[in-house]
């Protein structure tokens, strides 16, 4: 009795019956613009806010107290502090795809404006990198720990940005990439 039920069980998992044909392709339809927009819009304000979350360490780091004071170490404050807020207001999401197909026009601009302001932040962090790293090959800057910092944190905040520019739609502009 029990090899029956074990013999009928191992016949209904294989299935006794001829194999199914291939399935029906389903027709796809393209997203509407306004979708695309909405996606590129939720998705890179996700990284644009983790580009400012980062920048906003970065300037944490740079105001340290334990950083000697120097005119290129208050100029890579600068810059940082002004990638930081270039992008801050960018980095919220529409409510809905809704929102975005009534005002399309406008989010579509947003977008557009996102990705110029995403791409003046990376110059200017790429230039924070470089006195950042300009400054760690002198002596006298070489063993400040924050500065070491300072560059891990500035090159994700670049990766971050470029990211954001791709997935907003654009195009990262190789001056300072």
């Given amino acids: 009795m029990r090899k029956a039920a074990w013999i009928g069980l191992l016949l209904g998992v294989l299935g006794c019956g001829e194999p199914a044909g291939p399935a029906e392709p389903r027709a796809k339809s393209s997203p509407s613009p306004e979708q695309i927009v909405y996606e590129q819009l939720r998705s890179g304000s996700v990284q644009l806010d983790s580009a400012v979350q980062i920048l906003s360490e970065a300037l944490e780091t740079a105001n340290a107290k334990t950083l000697p004071r120097d ?9 940082i502090d002004g990638a930081g807020a270039s992008i801050s207001d960018l980095s919220a999401p529409p409510s809905g795809i809704a929102e975005v197909k009534a005002k399309f026009a406008e989010y579509d601009d947003h977008r557009l404006k ?26 006298a800057f ?8 300072l560059s891990d944190l500035l090159k994700e905040a670049k990766q971050n940005l470029r990211d954001a520019i791709i997935t907003l739609g654009g195009k990262v502009e190789l001056s300072g990439a």
């Fill in 142 to 149: 070489s063993k400040v720990a924050e500065l070491e910092d």
């Fill in 114 to 139: 996102a990705v110029e302001s995403a791409n003046d932040a990376l110059h200017a962090i790429a230039d924070a990198f470089e006195i950042t790293e300009g400054l760690r090959e002198t002596p």
């Fill in 71 to 79: 005119e290129a170490i208050d100029e890579m404050r600068d810059l």
